[in-house]
T-cell receptor, first 111, second 112 residues
Framework: DTGVSQNPRHKITKRGQNVTFRCDPISEHNRLYWYRQTLGQGPEFLTYFQNEAQLEKSRLLSDRFSAERPKGSFSTLEIQRTEQGDSAMYLC?????????FGPGTRLLVL | GESVGLHLPTLSVQEGDNSIINCAYSNSASDYFIWYKQESGKGPQFIIDIRSNMDKRQGQRVTVLLNKTVKHLSLQIAATQPGDSAVYFCAETERSNYQLIWGAGTKLIIKP
């Protein structure tokens, strides 16, 4: 399968713990995006990378959130000191140009 | 808020009939539009796209129509099948801008 992959697919954590998610984009896609999605809503943009450079961060991305794409390939999204409001599906997408292709998502539940 | 988002617009269609899902987009400067299909627990799946220099584009069993005058986009699914059950989102962007603007989503239910 050469699509976008995300790990883990599900994560349950206790409030206050740190979590890290990984995204492997489609090979040779230089653009990578992170989104958050809650039930019944469209995806909300979090951040965007072109190669290894993080070019934009949403105001939704508080200082507890950090994302990296160190070698311009895979990316990680870390949430520190998780809160119950962080419970959501975290989606990664990649694109060569404007068409974004999404991974299966990581569903986070904060207890 | 989230309680509003839970009440997704819903379209119920008889299996075998055609489905038409509508979307009003917001940005007059948008020049690229995409339809995504999202099944429960999965990420959005690309279905079809259209650029603003076109008003119609056809794929396999799907057609997208674009009316720039009234900023309206529609997705037509021919001979709807049970596997078409999902939430459908339209998204718009300016090709010079990486950010997608998402529509509200429509839940498609197929009646046997």
């Amino acid at each position: 399968d050469t699509g976008v992959s995300q790990n883990p697919r599900h994560k349950i954590t206790k409030r206050g713990q740190n979590v890290t998610f990984r995204c492997d984009p489609i090979s040779e896609h230089n653009r990578l995006y992170w989104y958050r999605q809650t039930l019944g809503q469209g995806p909300e943009f979090l951040t965007y990378f072109q190669n290894e450079a993080q070019l934009e961060k949403s105001r939704l991305l508080s200082d507890r959130f950090s994302a990296e794409r160190p070698k311009g390939s895979f990316s990680t999204l870390e949430i520190q000191r998780t809160e119950q409001g962080d419970s959501a599906m975290y989606l990664c997408a990649s694109s060569p140009m404007e068409t974004q292709y999404f991974g299966p998502g990581t569903r986070l539940l904060v207890l | 808020g989230e309680s509003v988002g839970l009440h997704l617009p819903t379209l119920s269609v008889q299996e075998g009939d055609n489905s038409i899902i509508n979307c009003a987009y917001s940005n007059s400067a948008s020049d690229y539009f995409i339809w995504y299909k999202q099944e429960s627990g999965k990420g959005p799946q690309f279905i079809i796209d259209i650029r603003s220099n076109m008003d119609k584009r056809q794929g396999q069993r799907v057609t997208v129509l674009l009316n720039k005058t009234v900023k309206h986009l529609s997705l037509q699914i021919a001979a709807t099948q049970p596997g078409d059950s999902a939430v459908y989102f339209c998204a718009e962007t300016e090709r010079s801008n990486y950010q997608l603007i998402w529509g509200a989503g429509t839940k498609l239910i197929i009646k046997p």
